[in-house]
């Protein structure tokens, strides 16, 4: 407990550092709740970041957040922190949808691009946001879709766990507590593209397109619980979904931001085909199988906590009559709150037990702007197949996708 209180505390107080002379300056686009989390506190412990300046439509608003998180500069708009040369990069923590329009402009304006997720409103937007041209020209601007939690070593120690060709099933969840939103926020706003889905949902989808490897063939179903007034129709707030995968396998995927009192954390679950391992101790008229459950606890924030548990089922058969000779489990648990506690491939990466997902996000993002090595990545390709699995979803639930965007 003691080792826990001191992480988490040292991950909202990160140790400051000296800024390098070419550090990058971020210019965030809205003075949003998320931006200290995602962006402003893992840029303390970063020697090449800087937050330089942040803008919102209402500038006192703007002008009090620059003060609370000691950011230097306030602008008038957001246009006013791409048309700045001395901006390098922009963060966009806007509504849902809002990203499109403005990670167009950003590109545009030849800046590096931290987008929080989900990229765009749908599928067709983030084709072609994703395809633009200034993408694919010498020293294009990067652009990253912010899947944090992607970035995080228990997410990638558990993804090394797993071959793809194997999973037969995948069970991934998350919710918000009833008392932590309110139908007012701008989850639940249609013309912005809300929903829950859009929102927490997202992270489920990815885990199982990532653990598969693959991108579902159909969404066979989608129960939704969802407002039915005003801006807030066809708005999510709860969905179970069930989605086939080219192997035959299947994947589910549930979340609420509506949930019981007590926070639960997110998990993802994936159960393994049976496979034949070679064993040279065992006599030769017998076999060896085994089947896995893995499961992720605490998929989204690693930070906080979690714990990556292995259930091993064992089987010694024997080859002429194909019946068990002896059957055991084994299970045991990790945890990987650095790249070097996640070990093997991974030793030698950077990282620190108080880093958070989105500290080591940040990492990979400079890195890659850098023309570094990154250790995971989220390219477009990756965005735009996110964006047409929440399609299909909510083509299935009959609320139908997000509205796209007026802006072209």
């Known amino acids: 407990m003691a080792a826990m209180i001191s992480r988490v505390w040292s991950a909202f107080n990160p140790p400051l550092v000296t800024k390098k002379d070419d550090a990058l300056k971020f210019g965030i686009l809205g003075a949003a709740s998320i931006a200290p989390l995602s962006l402003i506190i893992p840029a303390k412990s970063h020697p090449e970041v800087v937050v330089q300046a942040v803008a919102a439509r209402d500038r006192l608003k703007a002008e009090a957040f620059a003060k609370s998180h000691g950011i230097p500069e306030v602008k008038d708009s957001y246009q006013d922190i791409l048309d700045d040369p001395n901006i390098d990069c922009v963060f966009i923590p806007l509504p849902n949808g809002l990203h499109y329009e403005w990670a167009v402009r950003a590109v545009r304006a030849g800046k590096h691009v931290l987008l929080e997720k989900p990229s765009t409103s749908n599928a067709t937007e983030a084709k072609i946001l994703f395809s633009m041209p200034e993408l694919f020209q010498p020293n294009a601007p990067v652009i990253l879709e912010a899947f944090h939690n992607r970035f995080y070593p228990s997410w990638n120690l558990f993804k090394s766990m797993i071959n793809p060709a194997d999973v037969v099933h995948v069970v991934s969840s998350s919710m918000i507590p009833w008392w932590a939103s309110s139908n007012n926020d701008i989850h639940f706003n249609y013309n912005i593209s809300g929903g829950t889905m859009m929102a927490m949902g997202t992270y489920n989808y990815a885990a199982l397109r990532l653990l598969f490897d693959a991108d579902p063939v159909e969404c066979t179903s989608c129960e939704t619980k969802a407002y039915t007034d005003g801006v807030h129709n066809k708005c999510d707030y709860d969905f179970q979904a069930k989605f086939r995968f080219p192997n035959g396998g299947i994947g589910e ?37 085994r089947s896995q459950v893995l499961t992720l606890n605490g998929m989204i924030h690693g930070v906080f906590w979690h714990r990556i548990d292995i259930r091993n089922k064992f089987e010694v058969r024997s080859k002429e009559t194909g019946k068990a000779v002896k059957s055991w489990e084994e299970n045991t648990s990790r945890k990987a709150y650095t790249f070097k506690e996640a070990g093997g491939e991974f030793a030698d990466l950077p990282g620190e037990t108080f880093w958070m997902s989105y500290r080591y996000q940040l990492e990979a993002f400079v890195n890659k702007i850098r023309g570094r090595k990154t250790q995971h990545w989220v390219d477009g390709q990756d965005s735009t197949a996110q964006m047409r699995m929440i399609d299909m979803a909510y083509e299935k639930s009959g609320l139908g996708p997000r509205p796209s965007s007026s802006f072209s």
């Open 253 to 289: 995927a549930s979340s609420t931001l509506q949930g019981g009192t007590i926070l639960k954390p997110s998990f993802v679950t994936v159960t393994t085909r049976e496979v034949l391992l070679p064993d040279d101790s065992l006599p030769d008229d017998q076999e060896k199988y």
